[in-house]
Each structure stands twice: as structure tokens, then as C-alpha cells.
């Protein structure tokens, strides 16, 4: 499916906010309301837009600790119990599943060292997790999205 330059418009928006109303997503591409609202449609029903999530905000004065953790498993991603006991963690910001030795990359955005802690040994202790490498996240120096 190809989509052109007024779906990556929509796309681009949505990723940036995706409670933005339709009137205003509409007047800022130059499209109708309906318009915006079918072709929205059309990239749902196409797995474009995959979904809609709940990013989780901070009090203004707590910066958010970043981790990034690799995760290796016993039987090589056979089971999807720890993709999907991961995807109920609040905290998860993305997970990966990789080739080579590393089965899992997980990054981990949360108000606390404490809680990644904790998310640490939740995680290590789901069955079939063999064993963990977590790096703390010092300074972001590219962000594209």
C-alpha cells in the first residue's frame, strides 16, 4: 500500500498528538473534516495506524530516568508470555525483538531508579528470561519521530 504526502501529513500529526480534533488536523493539511476522517480510516483498516497509546506525563519537576535493557531468553522467543507481560508494563516505551545473541531490547522511561528496579526484577524473573543487561539512558543526542 502507498500512501502519499497528505496520509504521511495525517501520520506525522497524529504521531505528535494523537487527540488532535479532526477540524483542526483538517484546516492545518488543507482537507475537509471527512476527507481527514476517511483517509484516517483507510490507514486503520490497512494496519497503518496500528493503534493509539497513553503517554504517561511527569510532574514538571521530576525528570524521567531512561533505561535501556537487554533481555535473553532460555527457549529464543518461542513463547510470547514475556512480550506480553512487558506491553502491561506502564513504563515500556518500546520493545524490540533482535537477531544474534540478544533476544530483547527493551527502553524503559520511568520517575525513578527505584521503579526501574523494580521493572528490572519483574522482568527478570518471568520464566524464561535466562539473563539481563540493563544500561541507564546518561543523554540523548539524536531523536528522530
Given amino acids: ?5 497528505l ?4 501520520i506525522d500529526a497524529l504521531c505528535a498528538d494523537a487527540r488532535i480534533p479532526l477540524a483542526v488536523l483538517a484546516d492545518r493539511i488543507g482537507l475537509s473534516r471527512q476527507a481527514v476522517r476517511n483517509r484516517i480510516d483507510r490507514l486503520e483498516a490497512l494496519n497503518i495506524i496500528a493503534g493509539y497509546t497513553v503517554r504517561l506525563a511527569l510532574p514538571d519537576e521530576v525528570v524521567p530516568v531512561r533505561a535501556v535493557m537487554l533481555v535473553y531468553r532460555k527457549d529464543r522467543m518461542r513463547g510470547a508470555d514475556v512480550l ?3 506491553e502491561r508494563i506502564a513504563e515500556v516505551r518500546d520493545c524490540a525483538v533482535l537477531s544474534g545473541e540478544v533476544d530483547l531490547l527493551v527502553q524503559i522511561e520511568a520517575a525513578t531508579h527505584e521503579r526501574i528496579s523494580d521493572i528490572w526484577a519483574t522482568i527478570s524473573a518471568m520464566d524464561g528470561v535466562q539473563n539481563m543487561t540493563t544500561s541507564f539512558v546518561l543523554d540523548s543526542v539524536v531523536h528522530k519521530r
Wanted: glycine share 8%; charged share 35%.
Fill in 1 to 5: 500500500m502507498k500512501i502519499d504526502g
Fill in 7 to 10: 496520509d504521511q501529513k495525517i
Fill in 84 to 86: 506480553a507481560a512487558l
